[in-house]
């Protein structure tokens, strides 16, 4: 299994772009989670998704901020336009669908907003 | 509501010496407890989790961690530190009892562990 997989790894932007985030979960899990990391906030849970619908998007900080998941297999965040406040870690977590599970992280794409 | 507070930003101990990250939970409902780690430029990784069976659970790389549900208290221990040990951990906590679906983890803000040579 190759884990979650996230890209790209690193993006560095001008402030006003567009800016899209990619995620193919774990095959077979049926619940993904968006997250994003600073140092001033931690981790902050952003919008996650059961079965591809999603289920609470209380964490998007703005309008600025969609996700979509089309299918089981794909995942996208999208921020449109960018800010340099945006600039964090984004990680997208699956789970194969109860709490018990524990999620199963990817590696991260850093964005970088100048 | 669910909340999490870990205590100490930063924790240094020497390699050999007991390992202890403390963390505390809120929860309406019984929670589902879990601590995870991340190493630098990676994700975070599952240590362990505990999900109402044994109080004392054993996790990856030697950790381990006792749910007390008297002190709301879920601390993370290891016996002797290594310097492979150096990264963040965190604690999380999950209400969801109800199967089906996941609700999104509530994490602590992190300790970062420093392992002095």
């Known amino acids: 299994d190759a884990g979650v997989i996230q890209s790209p790894r690193h993006e560095v932007t001008e402030m006003g772009q567009e800016v899209t985030l990619r995620c193919k979960p774990i095959?077979?899990?049926?619940?993904l989670f968006w997250y994003r990391q600073t140092m001033m906030r931690g981790l902050e849970l952003l919008i996650y998704?059961?079965?591809?619908?999603?289920?609470?998007d209380s964490g998007m900080p703005e309008d600025r901020f969609s996700a979509k998941m089309p299918n089981a297999s794909f995942s996208t965040l999208k921020i449109q336009p960018s800010e340099p406040r945006d600039s964090a870690v984004y990680f997208c977590?699956?789970?194969?669908?109860?709490?018990?599970?524990?999620?199963?992280f990817g590696s991260g794409t850093r964005l970088t907003v100048v | 509501a669910q909340s999490v507070t870990q205590l100490g930003s930063h924790v240094s101990v020497s390699e050999g010496a007991l390992v202890l990250l403390r963390c505390n939970y809120s929860?309406?409902?019984?929670?589902?407890l879990f601590w995870y780690v991340q190493y630098p430029n990676q994700g975070l990784q599952l240590l362990l989790k505990?999900?109402?069976?044994?109080?004392l659970v054993k996790g990856i790389n030697g950790f381990e961690a006792e749910f007390k549900k008297s002190e709301t208290s879920f601390h993370l221990t290891k016996p002797s530190a290594h310097m492979s040990d150096a990264a963040e951990y965190f604690c999380?906590?999950?209400?969801?009892?109800?199967?089906?679906?996941?609700?999104?983890?509530?994490f602590g803000k992190g300790t970062h562990l420093i392992i002095q040579p």
């Open positions: 929860s309406s409902v019984p929670p589902y």
């Open positions: 998704f059961n079965n591809n619908v999603p289920i609470d």
């Open positions: 095959s077979g899990h049926n619940s």
């Open positions: 999380a906590v999950s209400d969801d009892i109800e199967g089906g679906g996941a609700d999104g983890l509530t």
């Open positions: 505990y999900t109402s069976a044994a109080t």
């Open positions: 977590a699956s789970s194969a669908g109860t709490g018990t599970y524990g999620y199963t």
